[in-house]
Nanobody, 123 residues
Framework: QVQLVESGGGVVQAGGSLRVSCAAS????????VGWFRQPPGKERDIVAS???????YYSYSVKGRFTISRDNAKNTVYLQMSSLKPEDTAVYYC?????????????????WGQGTQVTVSS
């Protein structure tokens, strides 16, 4: 069992940057593919980025070039650095861990989920 806790969300102006974190307990995150998902108000939850056990990275088209996913195995934490933020990036951001193969873009491929952290980008 893996417990995931997101942190670092908040309100930021358009064009700004924010880093959200996903800290794990229970088991080591390095054994899992880790993904970041987001759910805007009234919309479905979609993949933002994922990182493989070996460090390979996948990004959705809408965030590629602006967001960076990284993992710190020593801290058992995965980060999502978000830059050049836009109002349409406003959403609840969730991290999740998957025992399946990377890139694991579907939510159904994930076994464990955090509670989410709100990111609001003001125009």
């Amino acid at each position: 069992q893996v417990q995931l806790v997101e942190s670092g969300g908040g309100v930021v102006q358009a064009g700004g940057s924010l880093r959200v974190s996903c800290a794990a307990s229970g088991r080591t995150l390095s054994s899992y593919v880790v993904g970041w998902f987001r759910q805007p108000p009234g919309k479905e939850r979609d993949i933002v980025a994922s990182v493989s056990r070996g460090g390979a990275k996948y990004y959705s088209y809408s965030v590629k070039g602006r967001f960076t996913i990284s993992r710190d195995n020593a801290k058992n934490t995965v980060y999502l650095q978000m830059s050049s933020l836009k109002p349409e990036d406003t959403a609840v951001y969730y991290c999740a861990a998957s025992s399946r193969s990377w890139p694991a873009v579907a939510g159904t491929e994930y076994d464990f989920w955090g509670q989410g952290t709100q990111v609001t980008v003001s125009s």
